[in-house]
T-cell receptor, first 114, second 114 residues
């Protein structure tokens, strides 16, 4: 089975510019997550989708971050305008089923804001 | 608000030795405690997980010990090998059905030396 796909793998932008990240979860996984991982820290949840509905976006900085999951499959995460502190790896993960609990992560999109 | 505290931040172990990483949680409303392994440039991958109704789980060289009353759990890696060198994250999942988000610890960078 194919893993979680993310793109781009790397992105360098200047502050106040915008950026978008794309995620394609494992086929059939209804739950999708976006995590932010700052260097040297553990992943921090930004948003959780169940199909195309938002379950939890309490830690998403909504003044600059937005995310959507159209048709309950692919998802995009957008940052506009970017700040220096947004430099991080953005990880997408999908959940097969609650019983197993196993999250499958993509390789991440590394963002550098100059 | 950190709900999962992990220690140590870094660990150096000789090949063949035992690596021990500890985590403590504050919220009692967790029902699943996984450990994730992350290699540089890759997303985290599930290593082993435990539920609070058991005190220990072993899979090969990896063992989780769980102390519910102390709200602590730990990862033991027996016969540590250079290939085990990676960053390890403990995590805890909330019990709210439909909100299966993982809260991660800050990570432990493990280095196995020959």
């Amino acid at each position: 089975e194919a893993g979680v796909a993310q793109s781009p793998r790397y992105k360098i932008i200047e502050k106040r510019q915008s950026v978008a990240f794309w995620c394609n979860p494992i086929s059939g996984h209804a739950t999708l997550y976006w995590y932010q991982q700052i260097l040297g820290q553990g992943p921090k949840l930004l948003i959780q989708f169940q199909n195309n509905g938002v379950v939890d976006d309490s830690q998403l900085p909504k003044d600059r971050f937005s995310a959507e999951r159209l048709k309950g499959v692919d998802s995009t995460l957008k940052i506009q305008p970017a700040k220096l502190e947004d430099s991080a790896v953005y990880l997408c993960a999908s959940l097969r089923e609650r019983l197993s609990g196993e999250l499958f992560f993509g390789e991440g999109s590394r963002l550098t804001v100059l | 608000q950190q709900q999962v505290k992990q220690s140590p931040q870094s660990l150096i172990v000789q090949k063949g030795g035992i690596s021990i990483i500890n985590c403590a949680y504050e919220n009692t409303a967790f029902d699943y405690f996984p450990w994730y392994q992350q290699f540089p440039g890759k997303g985290p991958a599930l290593l082993i997980a435990i539920r609070p109704d058991v005190s220990e789980k072993k899979e090969g060289r990896f063992t989780i010990s769980f102390n519910k009353s102390a709200k602590q759990f730990s990862l033991h890696i027996m016969d540590s090998q250079p290939g085990d060198s990676a960053t390890y994250f403990c995590a805890a999942r909330g019990t709210n059905f439909g909100n299966e988000k993982l809260t991660f610890g800050t990570g432990t960078r493990l280095t196995i030396i020959p």
